[in-house]
Every structure is written in C-alpha cells, then in structure tokens.
C-alpha cells in the first residue's frame, strides 16, 4: 500500500476547563498504535471532554501524563490507520519569553518518558549546527516504533542584516513517534502533493486545474496553521516543502529564518537566511518583486501628489522607514489610485502570477494588511504579511490566494489592482 499522509488532528481544547485529553494511554508501548483509527479515537481517547481540531493556542488541556502538550499533531494514513505522532510540549512561538532553563526542564520531563517507553533501550544522540542554530536528538527504537526528541537552540550571535546582537535562546522541544519500519515523509497537516508522475515533462503543471468559472488554481496545496504566533513566513515555507513532498517542521523553519512570535519577519532576513539555509531546506529561492527604497519613494511622490489635490494629508518619509507605517498613513483610495499608475509594473506582476500558476508552482506574496477588503474572515488585520497565491481568474479579475491560518483559509479572493496595490515582495521558493 503506497503511504501517504491524509490528515493531521491538531487536538485543542473546547470543552470545560476540568476536562483533559491525556494521549499517554494511547501511546503506551503495549498498545497497538499503528492499527489505531480515527473513529476508535474519537470513541475512546476523546471520551473525557469535546475537543476539536484547529489553533493549539496555548491550551494545557492536551497532555502526556503530567506534561502539558502545546501542539499534538496525530497523522493519518490514506486507509484512516495512525501514520505518525507529532507533540510539541513547548516552542517559543507559543512563549516568547521562553528561557534556556525552562526549555531543559521540559526536555527532561520529555526525556523520562522516552525512557520509559524505552524500557532500558540504548538511546542514540546526534547534534546538528548550522550557524548559530543548534538542533539536538535523542532517538530510540523500539519493537514497533522510533521515538524521536528533538530540541532546538540559538546561540549567541549578531544579525547579518541589521548587526543587532541576538542573545542565547530556547525555541522548541518536540517528540516524533513514527512506524519503526516504513518511511512517514511529511509531517505536518495533509499529504505532500507529489507530481502525479516522474516522467511528465512538466509534473507541478499537472496540479493545476481550469475550471467552467475562469479559476486557474493549484490544487493541493497543504496547510499548516501558524496560529496566534508571528509565524507567517515560516509556515508558508514549510507549506511549500510539504507540497513539494519534503519533510517539514514551522518551528525549525522560524529559528533558521529569526522569526519573532510577535513582530514576524524580516523580508530582507528571510531571504539572506533562505540563501544561507537553502541547501539545507532542500530550496530555491527567487525574488521576483520588491518594493525597494527607490520604488517606495516613487509611490510616495504619487501618493502625495494626489493627495494634495483631494486636501489629504501628505506623507512624510523619515530617516527610517518602516514599509508598514507608510501604508497605515495613506489613505486606502489614493493607494490603489497611485498603484494603479504604475501599469507597466502591475502588468508583470500579473504576468509573474499566471506564469508561475500555470507551472504549478504557489507564490509567497509579502503585502500589507488592512488597506483594502478581502474575503472571508482575517485574523490579522494590519500589518506586514506573507501568504500563498495560488490562482486567478481573468474573467472577474481576481486573483486566489491561501493564508496560513487553518481551516477556512484554504482558497480566497482580492481584486488584482487591490492586490498590486497592497504588494511589498513576489517569490518563488521551490526545491534546488
């Protein structure tokens, strides 16, 4: 039976603060975990209390035993058999203020239940250093499966980009229970959309559908839910290595990339880390787009003149300039008005769209938030943030978009000139 990956269960608590979901019965090393099926899990694990699938939050209703779980990802295989255990008991994401000596209490208490399941097995220990990011393991095989505990830190270093001095810091800790023998790839959210054959002269192409309405979309396009974290970029990366059938992690991804839970990234970091990480990551990364300074400082000379002219407030350019902050001060009509008068720009960012649509591969698209409508329900509503453009339509003029936010989010739309209007950065990112 060929593998795959249906459908990852993000377990978060929805029912009364008394009621806990502990999976350590479920993952005692006597039980046969691998003959498990969703329905089973929904009778008997989720028992005590109704629990749901979406944004971990920072629940502590999930657990393994004594040890609260932040992120419980349980994997399913294409015939609704368990494939893989995900359980992050804790990441930076979800607490900024995460400290070193924290992060070794909980990797202990990991640790001792690793152990336990273990039985007095041998562990075996890897460290892996890329630059000032530190990934250590401790792995044991047992009869029917391979329990993993993975822990990430940042030394000790000074930001290429911006010189600031970036101090020692914890960033997750997280345990993998797999299948001893058959491969599990993927890890996160639904299977990787693999090219449906290895001898299409153009495999990602075929992913693409063209429907009755004018739709030209990329189909199965994984999601990964960054939830309340800054974690945009991270997890739109690790959606396209999920699509590209690699293995996948958000919270390995924002360590490499510097992401802040709380402010995001930086475009200009992103890419020197992408560059630096790229073999790594297994990625390519190209930018098509980019507001740039002498570009910002075109739209603004725009801007102000058709501001004058309606008796708006001009827009001044300090001696920083934060993209983010231009945008929020411009009126929402003069924007689109001004963007609308580049053409020749807004034709190659059509261009790039359906060229790269066309081929199958999703665009990470950087824009400000909060300037013009959108469909469907945001969670972020200003801002810098990057998504995934995933079609067009040229009949209504619009383009299809996907947000890292979970279930709802999967397929939207904007008007293309409100889109160019919002645009910071286009990029490819697809395997080397």
């Given at each position: 039976m060929r593998r795959g990956l249906l459908a990852a269960a993000v377990l978060a608590c929805a029912a009364t603060a008394s009621a806990r979901l502990d999976l350590a019965p479920?993952?005692?090393?006597?039980?046969?975990?691998?003959?498990?099926r969703r329905e089973d899990l929904s009778r008997s694990v989720l028992a005590p209390g109704r629990f749901r699938a979406g944004n971990?939050?920072?629940?502590?209703?999930?657990?393994?035993?004594d040890l609260p779980i932040a992120e419980a990802l349980l994997i399913w295989d294409e015939?609704?058999?368990l494939a893989a255990v995900r359980l992050v008991a804790v990441s930076r994401g979800d607490v900024p203020d995460l400290t070193i000596e924290d992060q070794d209490r909980i990797r202990a208490a990991c640790e001792r239940i690793a152990a336990a399941w273990a039985g007095g097995r041998e562990r075996e220990e890897e460290e892996e250093r890329l630059q000032a990011a530190v990934t250590n393991r401790r792995r044991w095989t047992l009869d029917d499966r391979v329990v993993t505990l993975t822990w990430g830190t940042t030394r000790r270093h000074f930001r290429r980009i911006t010189g600031a001095r970036v101090e020692p810091r914890a960033e997750y800790v997280r345990l993998d229970i797999r299948p001893r023998a058959p491969e599990v790839r993927a890890e996160i959210a639904v299977p990787p959309a693999r090219p449906p054959t290895d001898t299409a002269p153009d495999p990602w192409a075929a992913r693409v559908e063209q429907r009755p309405n004018g739709d030209v979309q990329i189909v199965g396009v994984p999601m990964v839910d960054q939830g309340e974290r800054g974690y945009c970029v991270a997890a739109t990366i690790a959606r396209l290595q999920l699509y590209f059938g690699m293995e996948a992690d958000t919270h390995e991804v924002a360590q490499w990339v510097n992401a802040s839970p709380t402010a995001g990234t930086n475009p200009v970091e992103m890419m020197d880390a992408l560059?630096?990480?790229?073999t790594r990551l297994g990625l390519s990364t190209r930018r098509h787009l980019a507001l740039d300074p002498p570009s910002l400082e075109r739209l603004v000379q725009q801007y102000n003149r058709k501001a004058r002219r309606s008796g708006k407030p001009a827009v001044e350019l300090g001696r920083v300039v934060r993209v983010g902050a231009v945008f929020a001060a411009m009126d929402s009509e003069l924007l689109i008005e001004s963007r609308g008068q580049q053409r020749r720009e807004f034709e190659r960012f059509l261009g790039l769209v359906r060229r790269y649509v066309d081929e199958g591969m999703p665009l990470a698209w950087t824009l400000?938030?909060?300037?013009?409508?959108?469909?469907?329900?945001?969670?972020?509503?200003a801002g810098g943030h990057m998504r995934l453009i995933i079609g067009y339509n040229d009949r209504t003029r619009e383009l299809i978009f996907s947000d890292s936010w979970g279930a709802g989010h999967e397929a939207k739309r904007?008007?293309?000139?409100?889109?160019?209007?919002?645009t910071v950065g286009l990029y490819t990112i697809e395997p080397r």
């Open positions: 479920m993952l005692e090393p006597d039980r046969p975990l691998w003959s498990l971990p939050s920072r629940s502590t209703h999930v657990r393994l035993g015939d609704g058999t560059q630096r990480f790229g400000v938030l909060g300037k013009v409508p959108e469909s469907g329900r945001t969670p972020q509503t904007i008007a293309m000139d409100h889109a160019w209007a919002v």
